[in-house]
């Protein structure tokens, strides 16, 4: 799923620093489960903003609503009274969803509140971790199931490099370097041999180098 | 025809409801009221007792307590005293504001409705009815209303006042009780549907003794239980000989014997012998009030029946005894069985029979076209109570046989609703009374998991200041008792519920859960109310807001927290310090609800909140953005959480963040503190508190 977090309330300040009355509109999806953008967490920003401001000195009002997936016209559809009442919305959805309200609403400005940060798995309780970079071209199924784009810091595919220390990353010493877990992976499943194989360079056109993404699937077309 | 919103008690929910509320014949709400004593919120605790019961104080006192029976507390140790709290709620009530709800705005009807006895039943039916606008005559053959209450009831179980303070609720109610009425004697059924009465409901309980067809009945010196009770009760001199011998093994024959060891003066001393069929552990009295007669000096004689009674000179000698095997058959009917040839004699000289009550049917004649059952009791519609005459209903033990006051109270009500469909002219047949649903037991992962807490033991007056005297011998708690009473109930459905729609099926209720309750089910999360223990650990985490306490939601928090600000002064020399109290904690040290609160000064406000753990950011929030100038959270150390320390660490991580905020939005993360406090030094909140606004002080107000 989609991992993202807040933007420094600052940063939020001054973006709305022009505005009076906000909507903070939040997502039901990926960024609930994240605790960055749910019903929960438009509550606390709404808080904090709400003391924030006055602090500043300015009279500010704020909305809060949550739609079920921010992405999406027919959810948002829901909210759209409130759109129109507010000056301006700050969302806590991911990219997607700012673009999709700023599009939908074109009339009115949507802010991002969240910075989206990557493709992620909640590996447990409070904790989220990269795990894949939707290069467009999967290669786990060469790579014991761990994806070396995502989680090696060079994205290399013919790993390790150097600077792979006791299982560690170079960059962090709490990073786990990828092409050791690939190594420890593939040993256990007994296909090592997978590790000689040279992987030539990766066509990245498949993916964002290719410029933006599209799928287009005419049989479920209406 | 459903009447659920206006008849208290009566109301068929669509949730599972616990099984004390199920098996409360009134359906009290149990859990709300032992939750508000919990709470501290004792006149709360009052009012939800009090809704279904306009005979609150008998009952706080002599209630036969169905529901402790049921109690799912009794499933990991002993039940909650949900009896004993009853009476503290209503010793605490103050009386000033009135015994129950004003009497609610109808329009007075014509229809005039007599009632017959007033006892549980028949006092119960006529607040009822004249709450709806009836006006309500009850017919009491005794000098005063209460039935077996006054006269049957012993006085050191149930003071008279106490009674007397219930009667005088229902007369405010405008019920009109003629006493010295008996009908039959005074007046008949006819009279009564002459004077204009177009609905009767017969309430004349069972206030007859049951008599032994047995040699030697008619000897001076053989007494009935009930009439002795009654002549007791009334004052008058009772004739007890120097060994009483009751024959009986249920709670009259206990209340026989019991009041039988107070009568006469000191130096009258005598042996009190209870002779049962019942063998000690099938005696149908209750265990404590068995233990309570031996622990008087009552000797027990079970398995033994009644053959013969001895006499000399006309005057009581003795019992003759055959020892019985078995009191019911394989069908679980009564019919004992004896051993041949093992007579045995019991001297004494007073015999008390107390063997059962019947109903005294005399008054009744064939022209008034009620039937009755094969064992003399008034037969009736069980779901209306309607007689086999028109706009005659019965009930109470003249329906059911000897009960309980609730049983018949809850008989009371029902009557009182068929008499309103009668009169109303709808249709009896359509009368329907909902069904009850009930949660199911704990599972026994979760009895594993709920840690024992002892039930709290019912102060009692000392033995030797018992003798010859009716005081009163359970004294009831003090607030202390109360409240680690309280804290006993599981709070049972009273807990989370999930609304699915808004569900992200996060797992963050699985994982944080104590208990273990929560599982994803159907794409959402699903927690069972059977299993939940109401903690509110995963409504406080819940980032969809998907999930509700029933009781003590998150929103009646914010309430609480606005509600301490209502009156906060605009310029406040002091800094203003909000103060997030563990109840569960705070009350195990008795001082904090007896004295400790009230030494904190008025600059310091607390909340009592049931666990920190139901505290959620924004209601941490929400205080500073209303102007505290400080915030503490005090709540237990780890393992002394009613929960788990699982439980009890939850509220570090969101202290931790709301710091985070304040510093970010400006007002600085040093005005929010958290304490763990042992139970045992709860005493020392004031001195935190002093240290708290001296701190705060320092810092200066709230920038906001
Ligand atoms: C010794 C004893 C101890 C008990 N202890 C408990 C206890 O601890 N807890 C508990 O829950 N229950 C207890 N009970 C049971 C409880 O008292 C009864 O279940 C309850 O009182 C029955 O209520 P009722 O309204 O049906 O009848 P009653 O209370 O018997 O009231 C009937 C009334 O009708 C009046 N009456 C009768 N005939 C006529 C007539 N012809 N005309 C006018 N009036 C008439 C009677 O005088 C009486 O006042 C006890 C009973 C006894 C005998
Ligand atoms: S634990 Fe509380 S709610 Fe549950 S049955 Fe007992 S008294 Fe009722
Ligand atoms: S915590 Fe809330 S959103 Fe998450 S699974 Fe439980 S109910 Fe659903
Ligand atoms: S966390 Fe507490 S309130 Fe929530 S399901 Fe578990 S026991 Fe119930």
């Known amino acids: 799923m989609i991992i993202a977090e807040q933007k420094p309330l600052d940063e939020i300040k001054s973006m709305i620093a022009d505005y009076q009355k906000v909507l903070i509109l939040g997502c039901g999806t990926c960024v609930t489960i994240c605790f960055a953008g749910g019903e929960k967490e438009v509550g606390i920003l709404a808080s904090a903003l709400r003391m924030a401001t006055r602090l500043d000195g300015q009279d500010k009002e704020f909305i809060e609503a949550t739609v079920q997936r921010q992405c999406e016209y027919e959810f948002n559809e829901e909210v759209a009274d409130l759109v129109k009442e507010a000056d301006v919305v700050l969302s806590l959805a991911c990219g997607i969803g700012v673009q999709t309200m700023n599009e939908q609403f074109p009339e009115k400005l949507t802010l991002p509140g969240l910075n989206t940060k990557f493709l992620g798995q909640p590996t447990e309780q409070g904790v989220w971790d990269e795990r894949c970079l939707a290069c467009g071209d999967c290669v786990l199924y060469k790579t014991g199931g761990i994806c070396p784009i995502a989680r090696c810091s060079k994205s290399l595919l013919n790993g390790p490099c150097g600077g792979s220390q006791n299982g560690k990353c170079e960059i962090n010493p709490e990073v786990d370097c990828a092409w050791q877990l690939i190594y420890d992976r593939l040993k256990a499943l007994g296909k090592l041999d997978l590790m000689m194989e040279v992987k030539s360079p990766k066509d990245w056109s498949a993916s964002h180098a290719g410029g933006p993404g599209k799928i287009v699937r005419e049989d479920l077309r209406l | ?704």
């Not at chain 2, 009497?103 to 009815?129: F, R, S």
């Not at chain 2, 807990?495 to 208990?515: E, F, I, Q, S, W």
């Not at chain 2, 953005?625 to 780890?638: P, Q, R, S, T, W």
Request: net charge negative; aromatic share 6%.
């Open chain 2, 1 to 704: 025809m459903n009447r659920d919103e206006n008849t208290p008690g009566i109301s068929p929910m669509e949730e599972m409801s616990p099984p004390c509320q199920v098996a409360c014949p009134l359906h009290t709400d149990v859990r709300g009221y032992v939750a508000a004593i919990a709470r501290g919120d004792f006149e709360a605790a009052y009012a939800i007792a009090r809704e279904p019961n306009p005979l609150i104080y008998v009952c706080s006192h002599v209630c036969a307590h169905p529901c402790e029976e049921e109690c799912r507390r009794g499933q990991v140790d002993e039940p909650v005293a949900i009896a004993a709290l009853k009476r503290f709620a209503a010793e605490r009530h103050d009386l000033s504001l009135g015994h129950g709800p004003p009497k609610p705005n109808v329009e007075p009807k014509e229809q005039k409705v007599a009632i017959i006895g007033a006892g549980p039943a028949g006092l119960t039916a006529a607040y009822d009815l004249a709450r709806m606008g009836y006006p309500v005559t009850v017919f009491e053959a005794l000098p005063e209303p209460g039935g077996m209450l006054r006269v049957g009831l012993p006085k050191y179980r149930l003071p008279r006042e106490i009674i007397d303070v219930d009667i005088k609720g229902i007369l405010e109610a405008d019920v009109e009780i003629k006493t010295n009425v008996c009908i039959g004697r005074d007046m008949t059924l006819s009279d009564l549907k002459e004077q204009g009465y177009e609905a009767i409901f017969i309430a004349i309980g069972a206030q007859q003794s049951r008599a032994l067809r047995i040699e030697g009945m008619d000897l001076d010196g053989v007494l009935l239980g009930v009439d002795f009770l009654r002549d007791v009760n009334q004052g008058r001199a009772v004739k007890l000989g120097r060994r009483v011998l009751v024959i009986g093994g249920g709670n009259v024959a206990v209340d026989v014997a019991r009041s039988a060891v107070r009568q006469g003066r000191p130096g009258s001393e005598k042996e009190v012998h209870m002779i049962c069929l019942e063998s000690r552990e099938e005696m149908p009295a209750h265990e404590w009030e068995i233990i309570e007669a031996q622990r008087e000096g009552i000797i027990l004689h079970p398995s033994l029946g009644p053959k013969r009674i001895l006499g000399r000179d006309g005057k009581v000698v003795g019992l003759e005894t055959i020892v019985c095997s078995s009191v019911f058959d394989s069908e679980g009917r009564f019919n004992p069985t004896f051993v041949p040839d093992s007579e045995s004699v019991i001297e004494g000289d007073t015999i008390i029979l107390a063997i059962g009550q019947a109903s005294d049917l005399s008054f009744l004649r064939p022209e008034d076209g009620i039937e009755l059952t094969r064992r003399r009791t008034i037969k009736v519609d069980p779901q209306t109570l309607a007689t086999t005459a028109p706009g005659i209903f019965a009930g109470g033990e003249v329906t059911t046989g000897p009960g309980s006051v609730v049983g018949s109270m809850a008989l009371g009500r029902r009557a009182a609703i068929s008499i309103d469909t009668y009169l109303r002219g709808e249709d009896l047949t359509g009368l329907q009374f909902g069904e009850w649903r009930e949660l199911d037991d704990l599972p026994p992962k979760t009895v594993e998991r709920i840690k024992p807490l002892a039930r709290e033991p019912m102060p009692m007056l000392p033995l030797e200041e018992r003798a010859f005297n009716y005081e009163e011998v359970e004294l009831g708690y003090t607030l202390a008792m109360a409240m680690r009473a309280a804290h006993r109930c599981l709070t049972c459905g009273g807990g989370a519920y999930v609304d699915t729609g808004k569900c992200a099926a996060c797992l963050t209720c699985v994982r944080v859960c104590p208990y273990d309750v929560p599982i994803i089910k159907e794409g959402a999360a699903f927690i069972d109310p059977t299993e939940c223990q109401a903690c509110g650990v995963c409504a406080s985490e819940c980032p969809a807001k998907a999930i509700t306490m029933k009781l003590y939601s998150e929103d009646q928090l914010y309430q609480e927290i606005d509600a301490l600000f209502a009156d906060a002064p605009a310029e406040n020399p002091e800094p203003l310090i909000v103060g997030f109290c563990c109840l569960y904690c705070a009350y195990a040290a008795d001082e904090w609800a007896e004295s400790v609160r009230a030494q904190l000064p008025p600059n310091v406000r607390t909340l009592d909140v049931v666990c920190t753990s139901r505290i959620d950011i924004q209601h941490l929030l929400r205080a500073f953005e209303l102007g505290a100038d400080g915030v503490f959270v005090a709540g237990c150390v780890g393992d002394e959480c009613r929960h788990t320390e699982k439980a009890a660490n939850r509220i570090q991580g969101k202290v931790q963040f709301v710091k985070e905020v304040l510093d970010q939005v400006g007002i600085g993360s040093e005005r929010l503190s958290l304490y763990d406090i042992p139970s045992a030094e709860w005493g020392t909140v004031p001195r935190i508190a002093q240290e708290m606004t001296e701190r705060i002080r320092a810092l200066g107000p709230n920038p906001l």
